[in-house]
């Protein structure tokens, strides 16, 4: 417990950066997703094709492979890129790839003449996403958003392969420096420690998407109890 206190700062920079690159490629991952996704939705062909060749390719290459062939592959297009981003980018189309999935089903989970039915009264089709499709896909999105933020925040311990200084590397920085320093290898300690910390923000973000899904199954039903009142007034 001394070693760990003692490198405290250490391991709360790697936390830092940790969550930076969770934030960071739950974000790019949401945009890509929520685009993509829509995309998926469309009656053109050569859209639904090309969005499914996306999603399948990123889902289907191991994540670790994607994020070799970013770092060591962008030098070679002249655009090297530094650990971080290499990571981030990998994360962020890993992300996009399973978040236009989520938005595809909840969209689509949605009934069918609704959209019809805003066509009919003149909305084009960007209002029918923005006022009508996504409102009411946002409840079956949120849970399975929040399982892949568990994900994501589990997937940035792979920075480590590629030199990011985040909570995994944090700790093998400890045993390093321990093993040559005091002669000593603490190694089981200090991933006992690192297990642990994963362990409680990945359960807790599970836990919020269980109580996000509970909550939201709740309301669904309510409003049906309402809809049902309404109209036998």
Known sequence: MNLILEN????????????????????ASTAIGVVLGSLATLKSRPLRILVALYVETFRDIPLIVTIFAIFFGAPYLGVPLEPFPSVALGLSLWGGANGAEI??????????G????????????????????????????????????????????????????????????????????????????????????????SSSLSLLSRRLERRLARGGERNIVAARDAASV
């Open 8 to 27: 405290l700062p250490l391991f709360l920079i790697g936390l830092r950066a940790t969550l930076l690159l969770a934030v960071v490629t739950l974000i």
């Open 103 to 112: 938005v595809r089903a909840g969209i689509n989970s949605v009934p069918h």
């Open 114 to 201: 609704q959209p019809e039915a805003a066509r009919a009264l003149g909305l084009h089709t960007g209002q029918i996403y923005l006022l009508i499709l996504w409102p009411q896909a946002l409840r079956a999105v949120l849970p399975a958003y929040t399982g892949l933020l568990a994900l994501l925040f589990q997937s940035t311990s792979l920075g480590a392969l590629v030199g990011v200084t985040e909570f995994l590397k944090a700790g093998g920085l400890v045993i390093e420096r321990s093993t040559v320093m005091l002669g000593i290898n603490p190694a089981f300690q200090i991933y006992a420690f690192v297990l642990v910390v994963y362990f409680v923000i």
